[in-house]
């Protein structure tokens, strides 16, 4: 069965910074791009960054370019997000997911909190 | 950026009815890619549709998507009390991948 498991989120201060971490297990990881999407509170879904099955190729949203850093460990079945110089606006539920394009498995999601 | 504008923001409906949910774009999705997926409070997203009309795995027959170039339509076609929930949809047909701001469907 296809799991993953996000950790790592918490209160942060403006300009702070923090790392999620997403363990996967129940499918080979290195054979698949993963994403992270994120959901402010009562808002909708802003898709954040994408990561190739490899780790050479990743993409980033305007609003996060410069700041966040999308990586993997396929020797361990994680995926992270490297979060810096965050923003109150940064604040939301965020979601790991396997695939590139549309996404069959969701992690359970972390909250981050991003204010002073 | 593509923008997808939902419609309505809420569907008030009873159990047993039909929804039907609107998710416009603001240019053309290239090749229909376009995908639904539900969401209930507290719960991560599950994945509905996609290609526009494929349903995903494990998805009951009453789900149903269709539309292409600009207009799509999410169909459920008799209500179940489990179908009372939020829906996305989201293209992947140009980057940055974007998605609607979501539908409630709530219990009349």
């Known amino acids: 069965e296809v799991q993953l498991v996000e950790s790592g989120g918490g209160l942060v201060q403006p300009g702070g910074s923090l790392r999620l971490s997403c363990a996967a297990s129940?499918?080979?990881?290195?054979?698949?791009?993963m994403t992270w999407v994120r959901q402010a509170p009562g808002k909708g879904l802003e898709w954040v960054s994408v990561i190739s099955d490899s780790g050479d190729n990743t993409n980033y949203a305007d609003s996060v370019k410069g700041r966040f850093t999308i990586s993997r460990d396929n020797s361990k079945n994680s995926l992270y997000l490297q979060m810096n110089s965050l923003r109150a606006e940064d604040t939301a539920v965020y979601y790991c997911?396997?695939?590139?394009?549309?996404?069959?498995?969701w992690g359970q999601g972390t909250l981050v909190t991003v204010s002073s | 950026e593509i923008v997808l504008t939902q419609s309505p923001g809420t569907l008030s409906l009873s159990p047993g009815e039909r929804a039907t949910l609107s998710c416009r774009a603001s240019q053309s999705v290239s090749s229909s890619n376009l995908a639904w997926y539900q969401q209930k409070p507290g719960q991560a997203p599950r994945l509905l549709i996609y290609?526009?009309?494929s349903r995903a795995t494990g998805i009951p027959d009453r789900f149903s998507g269709s539309g292409s170039g600009t207009d799509f339509t999410l169909t459920i076609s008799r209500l179940e009390p489990e179908d009372f929930a939020l829906y996305h949809c989201q293209q992947y047909g140009s980057s940055p991948w974007t998605f609607g701001q979501g539908t409630k469907v709530e219990i009349k």
């Open positions: 129940g499918f080979t990881f290195s054979s698949y791009a």
């Open positions: 997911a396997r695939g590139k394009y549309y996404f069959h498995w």
């Open positions: 290609g526009a009309s």
